[in-house]
């Protein structure tokens, strides 16, 4: 099963991903957490993804393209895997399609605007394993600590107000024709976001026919 989960930031995207990875034993592959481990070890995809991140901009398609094929290649992906937070723009779906990598589902959280800038608020991810949390609707079971790995939680530094308006303005320019680009595809589904994250998981999952 190759799987995108497509939507704007803050849809849920990352929280799903954990909990279908858990379910089909596949990997997921988070770009946002691949460049924010970057960023934290100096290296030099981190010095280059830094300054765009920061302000909520796109990392350049070459960069991320470069790490989506490395990963890919892992032999822990063989049976699949699940894409979160990538391709983000054309280029990108189209550079993955160019190197044979097809999908058999593309699956679009669907969630408005002002719900998401509310819900960016209680946001909270360990920065150790980059698990992602809610104060409210998906809480740890120890205030302020990993239920997965035990180190800190801590709120990320592009979920400031002014810079999430600025995500979501990318995500609609950028990230939204993709839903075009997979459904000319046959692959697109849609689900709704604005739910309990079990129920949406739930139709997730039907969308997968699993
Ligand atoms: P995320 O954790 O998915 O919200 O990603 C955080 C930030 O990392 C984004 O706002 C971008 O700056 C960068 N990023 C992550 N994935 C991509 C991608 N596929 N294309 C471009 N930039 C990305």
New binding site residues.
């Given amino acids: 099963m190759k799987l995108i989960l497509l939507g704007a930031?803050?849809a849920g995207?990352?929280t799903q991903a954990e909990i279908i990875s858990e379910k089909l034993h596949i990997p997921t592959i988070?770009?946002?957490?691949?460049?924010?481990e970057a960023i934290k070890n100096g290296t030099e995809t981190g010095l280059k993804?830094k300054s765009?991140?920061d302000?909520?901009?796109?990392?350049?398609?070459d960069?991320?393209i470069g790490i989506?094929s490395e990963r890919v290649a892992q032999p822990d992906c063989a049976n699949g895997f699940i894409l979160?937070?990538?391709?983000?723009?054309i280029p990108?779906a189209e550079a993955l399609e160019a190197a044979g990598i097809h999908f058999d589902r593309v699956i679009s959280i669907e969630i408005e605007d002002a719900v998401i800038e509310a819900r960016m608020t209680g946001r909270r991810v360990c920065g150790s394993c980059g698990a992602s949390y809610h104060i409210t609707a998906h809480p740890p079971k120890v205030e302020g600590i990993c239920d997965a790995c035990g180190k800190e939680l801590v709120i990320?530094k592009?979920d400031a107000p002014e810079t999430v308006k600025n995500?979501l303005k990318?995500f609609h320019a950028e990230t939204e024709p993709l839903k075009n680009f997979y459904e000319k595809l046959g692959v697109l589904k849609l689900v709704e976001g604005n739910q309990p994250i079990e129920s949406a998981t739930k139709d997730i999952l039907a969308a997968l026919g699993v």
């Fill in positions: 930031p803050g995207k990352g988070s770009t946002g957490n691949i460049l924010r993804a765009f991140m302000a909520g901009k796109l990392v350049p398609d960069v991320i989506v979160d937070g990538v391709p983000r723009t990108q990320r592009d995500r990318v």
